[in-house]
């Protein structure tokens, strides 16, 4: 007997769309999966459902409107983005901040890092699977200092409270008691997180040796901030570049050993730490004194043809800000260096070969913003 | 041997009679453990949960319940109707089936079936076909992953929990659940089984698609899986499954392993009292079951499968062939308890060297301090 010869099928890899309107593609990301039953053969991502055109906004409102704009670009962490702007527009301007205007600064975006790494830390655990435990221990700790950014600025997500030259106004007289009442409450809510998930079994056989990237290939992806720090490279602008008064201050930077999506987990949960600290060493040195420079000019004129890069360590990684002067009340041109968009590149990199469950707790581990990737 | 409760001598009259009265129950209990799940996990996560339909939110289910009804029912255009809308159904009606042998109560069970056990195994695992009917006639890719998850997950738990019930009827020696019933009026089976105890609730959880197994409808990933396409009534009839699964799993547990109705207050108490014993055992499983959800993330599917085939399934086998020969020799029944306990301890440590590469996680974490930053 002959046996015939089967026919000829082909096995084609299954194409998913993964976002934008999906549960844990935080916003409006999108990637196309190709996936190998379970197992993840490539991955395109999908960038621009969110751009909104934020830098050439910029250019055509003078530089107090444009701090309205920087918060909108990364509104989990408003302040820090806010203070890359100021501080070009200072540079270029020439303004001395006041001392205490810097303290407040200093605290402010420490704060605004301790609430952003408690988004994460919501959205993260909901990634991996926990049914809403996290999320919700996350979001009573981040309700405790969005409340005290209310009660400084007058909104909870869209601060604009940073000027060029120092503060919009001064804090409530009441500030130091409520940011370390605050605190409080955040120590309680990071060691609720180390008891839920850091030594959680499940949690960790999900997590260790999950969408690994090596140092060298982190850094020529263009990495930053926590999720280059896990991958064991101790670059921390807060360091490299003291700006504000980083270098009076005593701060460590945790760093990861493995570049996976544990490490950048677990770096993310020191870093709270070390802000903590850093707020609190702040606290005992702010000074009264004034908030806005003496000699303001009533509108803001940049002198003609000059340009400035600043950077700072935004939650995120490098929040940059490129700020190019042709004169006048306006930037002649803006753009915003996202330390998203560029966290972003790894993602192919890191999820290719993993499963389809480890993809989607890969994108989870870079923390993306995806008003600053599309801004 | 079935004489009927209420003095109804006609058997097919009794049985329709006593089905109808676990349909009632089925429903409401569904409706209520709807109500204490989202109570519960709301105090696990510091929420209040429902409180605004009725008294305490006690009529939450029953608002849902209506929305559903009258929500629009929908079918993707290139989904299989056949196959689309049967599907809810081959997911409901083995559940259902499975109530027929539950006894609440001495005397009160649809039919006493001899071979019980076996019974409520095979129609629990039939209910797998619905979820890739659902999964497959969708026409939609989450739903097909989830489906076949769903599949994959089924099938291998099935062993373990099949295996764990069959060590339980050799040490009661019977598949009938009465009798395994009256056999624990004085130590319950967990006594002799505590290995297959902790077995039996984890391939149960799996069996369920409860959290940390959820892998199938995990909303992480494949969000909600082979019940993404549904809505109205169809998507709640998966609902309604769910919860009778998990409700009836919640009595099997309490009487295989807890003594059902018999077990500690002895088997001449009056019926009030032995349907309290038997709700409080299973909502004691419920409520673990709860307290799990809201603890721990999920399962990887590959992790699953090795959890189930490399230590389940072996650790099973083994307490079987333990339980023959103490049974055949006619030795002392506290070696099964020693045994079982050595075999948790055997569980523990393997799905810590699973987990754990390093004695401790901080150990290899290093902080750069002021010099050491570039």
Known sequence: MVIESAPDFETQDLLINVGPQHPSTHGVFRMILEVDGEIVKDLIPHIGYLHRGAEKLCENNDFRQGVGYMDRTEYLASHNAELSYVMAVEALAELEVPERAQWIRMILCELNRLSSHFMFLGAFGVDVGVFGTPFIYAWREREALIDLFEEISGDRMMYAYFRAGGLAWEVPGNFEERVREVLVSTRQGMKDFDNLLTRNEIFLARTKNVGIISAEDAIELGMSGPTLRASGVPLDIRKSEPYMYYDQIDFEVPIGTNGDVFDRYLVRLKEMEQSVSIIEQCLERLNDGPIMPERMPRMLRLPEGQEVYIRTEAPRGEYGIYLVSKGGNKPWRLKVRSACLS????????????????????????????????? | MNNGIYGIEIAWLDAVIRLHIIVGLMTVVVMGLIYVERKVLARFQQRLGPTRTGPAGLLQSVADGLKLVGKEDLRPRN?????????????????????????????????????????????????????????????????????????????????????????????????????????????????????????FIIAGLAELNRTPFDIPVGESEVVGGPFVEYSGIRWSFFFLAEYAALFIMGLIFAAVFMGGWAWPLGEELGRGWQILLVTVKTSLFIFLIFWIRASVPRLRIDQLMAFSWKILLPLTFVQVLINGAVLVYDAPLWILTITGLVGIVVLVRLIERAVRPSPAVNSEFVSVGNEGAS
Do not use: H
Request: negative net charge.
């Open chain 1, 343 to 375: 966290n972003l590149q790894a993602l192919r990199k890191m999820s290719v070969g993993q499963y389809v469950a480890d993809a989607i707790i890969i994108l989870g581990s870079i923390d993306i913003v995806l008003s600053e990737v599309d801004r």
């Open chain 2, 79 to 199: 989904a299989d109707p056949w196959t689309f809308e049967l599907a809810p159904y081959m997911v409901f009606i083995p559940v259902f089936l499975g109530f027929v042998i539950v006894p609440f109560a001495f005397g009160m069970q649809v039919r006493i079936l001899e071979l019980g056990l076996i019974y409520f195994v095979a129609t629990s695992s039939l209910g797998i076909i619905g979820w890739v009917m659902a999964g497959w006639g969708s026409d939609n890719r989450y739903a097909m992953i989830g489906g076949m998850r769903a599949a994959a997950q089924g099938i291998s738990y099935e062993l373990p929990l099949v295996l764990s019930l069959i060590s339980v009827a050799m040490v009661s020696q019977s598949f009938n659940l009465n009798d395994i019933v009256l056999s624990q009026s004085t130590y319950p089976n967990l006594l002799w089984q505590p290995l297959v105890l902790v077995i």
